[in-house]
């Protein structure tokens, strides 16, 4: 298959990166540029690429023998696994040069345009070209007219320029606020919440904010709570406070509390402040507990029923996806009220014992009143012994009274109990080269 010269950088994302005896290494995520003078083309150094494990890598142009339409190859199958983090002068063009604000000529027109003739463009895609030094260098720019500065404005068509002719577009302009995302939010649409996190992780501070401006709340919600306590923080923070507080509203009450107990107390006040009451009640609750205990560690929000309802009812609850099969796994049963702290807590049934009674059966039937509950105050090694013996997922916290606060998910005993980086680590940590 030919080798190619020159390719557009949309086009090889998403290709394979096929190492020199066949194997399958990973897929190409973006490419890797230094940014010049505005009169000189930026520098391809590299691809960011993706493994298997989700880890994203840096592999030198040096080392890629060549782009052909369906896959890239590698001369060497020695490459650094350390995760990539991009250098100062460095940009990505997908990451932060594509969707950026620049000048460019009006269609149709000629070669010698003064400056004051040019038109506001969006970066759509960036060409690369390789050199007869064999030294990779952007070549020309695709843009689209923008009409108007919001990110709803009318979108034009595509023309394609050489990068001499395009104006604004250096590591300073790269960085100014103002910048869609959209193209990013495109590429995002299909992953799920934990690869967007460790996707944006790994993009310049701007960036990532902006991204976290196009989402819609919901979206964005479920994607702070993959990402580690200081990056929510700093997203939130940098949000307008109504936008912060409806996305807020949107998280899990747990991950809100976590959230709002890295912040400074007026600052989390504030933004409790402006939740509603129906949101707000139980982050409120979980901030009364010690982060290291059991209340700190539940949902208050788990599946809970009364004695009267049935089998199949209780089934569909499990099917919410909106819970954690963690979370999913385990029905608990009170008397009313059923909000919690609810009213007498009188036992729980699995999710593998409602699958063996009949639909019509009612839970109160076949309860498990023996399992042991945990107290809002137990400690984290309390609550490890608790998994550990009984071999759940997912466990009652009750307080003295008999009420049900809440439940405990392994999930966020295992997020709790890890180091505080261990999303930068992977299985191959302990090998410098593949």
């Known amino acids: 298959m030919a080798n190619l010269n020159k390719a557009f950088v949309a086009r090889l994302a998403g290709l394979p990166v096929i190492g020199p005896d066949g194997d399958d290494i990973g897929r190409i995520r973006d490419v890797v540029v230094t940014m010049r003078s505005e009169h000189k083309p930026p520098r391809v150094i590299g691809l960011v690429v993706e493994?298997?494990?989700?880890?994203?890598?840096?592999?030198?142009?040096?080392?890629?023998?060549?782009?052909?339409?369906?896959?890239?190859?590698?001369?060497?199958?020695?490459?650094?696994?350390?995760?990539?983090?991009?250098?100062?002068?460095?940009?990505?063009?997908?990451?932060?040069?594509?969707?950026?604000?620049?000048?460019?000529?009006?269609?149709?027109?000629?070669?010698?345009?003064?400056?004051?003739?040019?038109?506001?463009?969006?970066?759509?895609?960036?060409?690369?070209?390789?050199?007869r030094s064999r030294d990779w260098l952007v070549?020309?720019?695709?843009?689209?007219?923008?009409?108007?500065?919001?990110?709803?404005?009318?979108?034009?068509?595509?023309?394609?320029?050489?990068?001499?002719?395009?104006r604004g577009l250096d590591h300073t302009a790269i960085g100014a606020p103002g910048h869609g995302a959209e193209s990013?939010?495109?590429?995002?649409?299909?992953?799920?919440?934990?690869?967007?996190?460790?996707?944006?992780?790994?993009?310049p501070e701007f960036r990532r904010l902006e991204v976290a401006?196009?989402?819609?709340?919901?979206?964005?919600?479920?994607?702070?709570?993959?990402?580690?306590?200081?990056?929510?923080?700093?997203i939130v923070?940098?949000?307008?406070?109504?936008?912060?507080?409806?996305?807020?509203?949107?998280?899990?009450?747990?991950?809100?509390?976590?959230?709002?107990?890295?912040?400074?107390?007026?600052?989390a006040e504030s933004l409790l402040a402006r939740m509603s009451p129906a949101d707000s009640a139980p982050v409120r609750m979980l901030l009364t507990y010690d982060a290291d205990t059991a209340g700190g560690l539940m949902t208050p929000e788990p599946i809970i029923l009364s004695p009267q309802t049935t089998v199949a009812e209780a089934l569909a609850h499990c099917r919410n996806?909106?819970?954690?099969?963690?979370?999913?796994s385990l029905v608990f049963v009170v008397r009313p009220p059923t909000a919690t702290p609810t009213g007498k807590y009188l036992g729980c049934v699995h999710i593998q014992a409602l699958l063996r009674e009949l639909p019509s059966t009612m839970v109160a039937e076949t309860l498990d009143t023996s399992l042991s509950s945990m107290r809002p105050t137990d400690s984290v090694d309390a609550v490890t012994r608790f998994f550990a013996t009984y071999n759940l997922v997912c466990g009652p916290v009750v307080d003295d009274e008999g009420h049900l606060l809440g439940a405990v998910a392994v999930d966020e005993l295992l997020d709790h109990l890890l180091p505080e980086d261990w999303r930068d680590l992977d299985l191959h940590d302990d090998r410098e080269t593949y």
């Open 237 to 267: 923070t940098r949000l307008e406070v109504e936008r912060a507080a409806d996305v807020l509203e949107a998280m899990d009450p747990e991950d809100v509390a976590d959230l709002l107990g890295e912040l400074p107390e007026p600052e």
């Open 213 to 234: 401006r196009t989402l819609d709340d919901e979206r964005l919600a479920d994607i702070l709570q993959e990402l580690p306590h200081d990056e929510q923080t700093e």
């Open 321 to 328: 996806p909106d819970l954690s099969p963690a979370v999913a």
């Open 184 to 203: 990013l939010v495109e590429q995002y649409a299909d992953l799920r919440p934990a690869d967007v996190a460790n996707a944006i992780r790994e993009l």
């Open 139 to 166: 070549s020309r720019v695709a843009v689209r007219v923008r009409r108007g500065r919001s990110p709803l404005g009318r979108r034009g068509p595509v023309s394609i320029h050489p990068w001499s002719r395009i």
């Open 51 to 131: 493994l298997p494990t989700r880890r994203r890598i840096f592999v030198p142009m040096l080392r890629v023998a060549a782009i052909e339409p369906r896959s890239v190859s590698l001369v060497s199958g020695t490459i650094n696994l350390h995760r990539f983090q991009s250098r100062q002068g460095e940009d990505t063009v997908l990451g932060s040069i594509v969707d950026s604000i620049v000048y460019a000529p009006p269609s149709g027109t000629g070669p010698n345009v003064d400056d004051d003739e040019l038109v506001r463009h969006q970066v759509v895609d960036v060409e690369i070209e390789r050199q």
